[in-house]
Every structure is written in structure tokens, then in C-alpha cells.
């Protein structure tokens, strides 16, 4: 099982249905092949603490059967095309994509 890991930081010069809009992006990756349980959200209210970063804007996780399906989703013309339409909302992103025995 791989696990595709997502954070976003968003522009901060967004308005409010802006940021709204960006949720579309993984309400379009939500309906891609190979992808499993896509799940996004926003940072939770946790008590802070050292090790905790909540600076991000959204984090969105999905599970993949294997590494080829997950490199052949990355490369979808509907992923990418998502991508190049989302891209301008947000300043950073960053991948994990993680291996489970």
C-alpha cells in the first residue's frame, strides 16, 4: 500500500471564496483512477507544541495499491490539468508519499 501525502499553503491574498474554490481541486481528484480514500482538510485546532506545524493551508491524503499507480495517477491529463488550474492558488506544496509493509 502507498500512501500519497499533500500539503498546501495557500496565497494569502485569497478571498474567502477563493480558498473556498481551491477545495475543487481534490473534489476533481477525488473522481481520478487508482486513487483511494482521498480525504482533505484543514489544520486542526491541536494544542501547539513543538513538533506541531498547522501552518499549512490543506493536507489531503490518498492510498494507492502500488508505485506504478501511483506514478501513472501523477501522470493522468486530468490530474495534470488540475494541477495547472489550482496551482495558482497556493504559494507552496509539499509531497510525502510513503511505503507500507
Known sequence: MYFHYLLFWLRKDLSGPEVKEFENFFEGLKKLPYQKNLRYG????????????????????????????????????????????????????????????
Not at 501513472?72 to 490530474?79: D, F, I, T
Not at 488540475?82 to 511505503?99: A, N, S
Open 42 to 101: 484543514k489544520p486542526a485546532a491541536s494544542s501547539p507544541r513543538s513538533v506541531l506545524d498547522s501552518t499549512f493551508t490543506y493536507n489531503a491524503s490518498m492510498e494507492f495499491d502500488s508505485l506504478e499507480e501511483l506514478e501513472a495517477y501523477g501522470k493522468l491529463p486530468e490530474h495534470l490539468a488540475l494541477v495547472q488550474k489550482y496551482k495558482p492558488f497556493f504559494e507552496r506544496m509539499l509531497v510525502y508519499d510513503t511505503v507500507y509493509n
